[in-house]
T-cell receptor, first 116, second 113 residues
Framework: GAVVSQHPSWVICKSGTSVKIECRSLDFQATTMFWYRQFPKQSLMLMATSNEGSKATYEQGVEKDKFLINHASLTLSTLTVTSAHPEDSSFYIC????????????FGPGTRLTVT | DAKTTQPPSMDCAEGRAANLPCNHSTISGNEYVYWYRQIHSQGPQYIIHGLKNNETNEMASLIITEDRKSSTLILPHATLRDTAVYYCIVRVLGGGSNYKLTFGKGTLLTVNP
């Protein structure tokens, strides 16, 4: 199946700094990408949906100025956590869909963010 | 999207079939049933999906009741590597540019040696 990669796989940063996470679709063009967050022992929570070349659509309660999403190309989306705080520590997972009617949504391996 | 109800956890012996139930009593006629799984500290993995007919692929079988109010995911010969959280999700196919997969709490399947 299609492959989605994330980089880095884990990152530790200090409180107040910004962290960028990359999500790439390796063998297909992703018209839509999704960003999820998962806290320990909880389910995935959708943060935002982005279409290539458009502004991301954020879920209710997600601060768009804190979680900056850029989907500049059909194979790359980035999530920047700005002014990170310890409560932002979580497992961030991206997902990509090839077309509007594609039933399969491919997930990346996730990025573990720890803010100290 | 219709809500789903799954047992929080299940155990299965290695080599035996694992049958994971899912209730979706409010499913609409145009909603599909999808199954994903998430192995610890990894991203979710697509398993199978169906509308009303039973489906089978190399990973699993999906049995949907005639009234479509429930379904069962079957792993025919469970291995230790099948230990994961299994998510049953119902939604419309496609859904336009803002297609979303909404995850519930899923079922933690533990395959025991």
């Amino acid at each position: 199946g299609a492959v989605v990669s994330q980089h880095p796989s884990w990152v530790i940063c200090k409180s107040g700094t910004s962290v960028k996470i990359e999500c790439r679709s390796l063998d297909f063009q992703a018209t839509t990408m999704f960003w999820y967050r998962q806290f320990p022992k909880q389910s995935l929570m959708l943060m935002a949906t982005s279409n290539e070349g458009s502004k991301a659509t954020y879920e209710q309660g997600v601060e768009k100025d804190k979680f900056l999403i850029n989907h500049a190309s059909l194979t790359l989306s980035t999530l920047t956590v700005t002014s990170a705080h310890p409560e932002d520590s979580s497992f961030y997972i991206c997902s990509a869909r090839q077309g509007l009617l594609s039933y399969e949504q491919y997930f990346g391996p996730g990025t573990r963010l720890t803010v100290t | 999207d219709a809500k789903t109800t799954q047992p929080p956890s299940m155990d299965c012996a290695e080599g035996r079939a694992a049958n994971l139930p899912c209730n979706h009593s409010t499913i609409s006629g145009n909603e599909y049933v999808y199954w994903y799984r998430q192995i610890h500290s990894q991203g979710p993995q697509y398993i199978i999906h169906g509308l009303k007919n039973n489906e089978t692929n190399e990973m699993a079988s999906l049995i949907i009741t005639e009234d479509r109010k429930s379904s069962t995911l079957i792993l025919p010969h469970a291995t230790l590597r099948d230990t994961a959280v299994y998510y049953c999700i119902v939604r419309v196919l496609g859904g336009g540019s803002n297609y979303k997969l909404t995850f519930g709490k899923g079922t933690l399947l533990t395959v025991n040696p």
